[in-house]
């Protein structure tokens, strides 16, 4: 087993806070490389429609 195969998440569901910025956006651009069904939540809205064009641009979201 690789070592980053013990990281894998297929199937798992992923909510992160504070998503838009920052440490919030790494953890979530980390969760869904690995495989992670994740929603992006933040206060600011404008700047989570900013992160989740980012996301998408990247090729991490499929509609």
Not at 9 to 21: D, P, S, W
Request: charged content about 30%; overall charge neutral.
């Amino acid at each position: 087993m690789a070592y980053l195969d013990r990281f894998k998440l297929e199937g798992k569901r992923v909510v992160i806070t504070g998503a838009a910025h920052g440490i919030g956006y790494s953890i979530a651009e980390a969760m869904l490389e690995a495989g992670a069904q994740v929603v992006l939540t933040d206060i600011d809205s404008d700047a989570l429609a900013n992160a989740d064009r980012r996301a998408c641009r990247k090729d991490y979201l499929r509609a």
